[in-house]
């Protein structure tokens, strides 16, 4: 596996090495001896996710205040272009956003440590997103920032897309008012 930097130093792209010929492929999605070694960390996943969606659905942009969630990103069909927002007060990168296509053609992963929101906007009709988290869910603590919030400028590709948005997404708070980790 190669691990490829972003924007955000923290924030990073797992390119797999896929074995393929004429009857299909095959990679090791996850080894967290390899995965912690390479980026430095002693990352313990306990949640996996699978979510399904329709072309122009956009979740996010999510986080938890309390038992906050690093996240192993990936589509194993179709495409999503997914977010990762710095939502450090401390931080050098606070308040920057990074993207990245994940595709099941491409086999990206995409590290999004604690202290940054998430979000996906979804490619391709049927899209299947799967994830690791380092801690549960508890949505108590869960909080969602406007996906479209000015300040942040996300460049969501969405030329021919209207976003499909849940309810909570709709009703995200803008960043200058989201509750942030120090």
């Known amino acids: 596996m190669k691990v490829l930097d972003t924007d955000i130093p923290e924030v990073k792209i797992i390119e797999p090495q896929v074995f393929g010929d004429d009857r299909g492929f095959f990679y090791e999605s996850f080894n967290r001896k390899r995965f912690n070694e390479q980026l430095g960390l002693d990352v313990d996943f306990v949640q996996d996710n699978h979510s399904k969606s329709a072309r122009g659905v956009l979740r996010g942009l999510h986080y938890q205040i309390e038992q906050a969630q690093g996240k192993l990103v990936r589509v194993v069909s179709g495409s999503v272009f997914d977010v990762a927002v710095d939502i450090r007060r401390r931080s050098a990168s606070y308040g920057q956003w990074t993207g990245a296509v994940l595709s099941a053609e491409n086999h990206y992963q995409m590290w999004i440590p604690p202290g940054f929101a998430h979000g996906f906007l979804v490619l391709t009709d049927g899209t299947e997103f799967l994830y690791k988290t380092t801690d549960f869910y508890a949505p108590e603590h869960?909080?969602?920032?406007?996906?479209?919030?000015?300040?942040?400028?996300?460049?969501?590709?969405?030329?021919?897309?209207?976003?499909?948005?849940?309810?909570?997404?709709?009703?995200g708070t803008h960043f200058a008012n989201a509750e942030c980790f120090p």
Do not use: C, V, Y
């Open 142 to 171: 869960e909080r969602t920032i406007r996906w479209d919030d000015p300040d942040l400028a996300i460049d969501w590709p969405l030329e021919g897309i209207e976003p499909r948005l849940s309810d909570k997404d709709k009703t």
